[in-house]
C-alpha cells in the first residue's frame, strides 16, 4: 500500500539560527518572533483522525533543504502564486498548494520549483528550509508516483493568531519594517492512488506571509507548529 504525501502542516521546521538572529535584528522581532515562541510552547494543533486507508508517513531525514529545483524544471502541475495583496487571502491559496500535489504530471524537482516560486524574492527573510524538507526524498517520491498518487485540499478558514493580534496592537509600526504576517489556516487534504485509494485529513498550519505596499504577497515560511 502506498504511503501518502506529508502533510507540510504537521512536520514544519522551526526557523534557522542565521534566521533567528536576522529577524530579531530588526523592528519585526516584536511581531515573528513573538508568534514563534508562542508557536513552540502551544501543543501542535491534532491533525484530526484519518479516515484514509493508507497509512500517514513524515518526510525522510534524507531530504536536502537546501538544494533547490533545477532551472528547467518547471512547474508541473504546481500551481503559480496568485497576484494578491491580501495576507490572509495569500495564505488560503499558498496553504491550498502546500497540500496539494500529483505525481502523476509533476516530478519531485518539479514540485519544488512550483514551491519555490511562492517564496519571497527578499533572501534576508526567505526560509526556503522550512518548505523544501517537507518534499519527500526522491526514492520516496517514486515509490508514490508507482502509485499514481495525488492530493487535493480545501481550505475552510483562516485568521490572524491572537498572539500576532496582540503584538501588533502592541507596537503597530513594527510591522512597517519587513509586512510579514502570521496566518493560520484551516483545511482537509483528500488523497488518492491506484485502485480506488482513497483518504482525508484535516490540515492546520500557519504561515509568515510578506505583504508590501502596492506589491503581490509571496511566502516567507512555514511555523514550526501551529499557532491558534
Not at 508562542?38 to 497509512?55: E, H, I, K
Not at 533547490?68 to 496568485?82: D, E, L, M, R
Not at 497576484?83 to 490572509?88: G, I, K, M, N, S
Request: proline content about 7%; overall charge positive.
Amino acid at each position: 500500500m502506498p504511503k501518502p504525501f506529508p502533510s507540510l502542516s504537521g512536520y514544519g521546521l522551526g526557523w534557522s539560527t542565521r534566521q533567528r538572529i536576522t529577524v530579531l535584528a530588526t523592528g519585526l522581532a516584536v511581531l515573528l518572533a513573538l508568534a514563534v515562541v508562542v508557536a513552540l510552547l502551544t501543543g501542535r494543533t491534532t491533525a484530526g483522525d484519518s479516515q484514509a486507508a493508507a497509512p500517514s508517513s513524515g518526510p525522510s531525514s534524507s531530504t536536502s533543504a537546501s538544494a533547490g529545483p533545477t532551472a528547467s524544471a518547471g512547474a508541473g502541475s504546481v500551481a503559480k502564486p496568485p497576484q494578491l495583496a491580501d495576507p490572509v487571502a495569500f495564505a488560503k491559496a499558498a496553504a491550498a498548494t502546500l497540500w496539494s500535489y500529483d505525481t502523476r504530471t509533476t516530478s519531485r524537482d518539479q514540485q519544488l520549483a512550483g514551491m519555490r516560486a511562492w517564496l519571497t524574492a527578499e533572501t534576508k527573510y526567505a526560509d526556503w528550509s522550512s518548505i523544501a524538507t517537507q518534499v519527500p526524498d526522491p526514492v520516496l517520491w517514486s515509490r508514490m508516483a508507482d502509485q499514481d498518487q495525488y492530493a487535493t485540499a480545501t481550505v475552510t478558514e483562516a485568521h490572524y493568531p491572537s498572539a500576532f493580534k496582540q503584538a501588533l496592537a502592541d507596537d503597530p509600526s513594527a510591522i512597517t519594517e519587513a509586512y510579514i504576517y502570521a496566518v493560520t489556516v484551516t483545511g482537509k487534504q483528500q488523497i488518492a492512488w491506484k485502485k480506488g485509494g482513497a483518504g482525508a485529513e484535516d490540515r492546520s498550519i500557519t504561515l509568515a506571509v510578506q505583504c508590501r505596499p502596492n506589491a503581490n504577497c509571496s511566502l516567507v515560511s512555514i511555523a514550526p507548529r501551529v499557532v491558534p
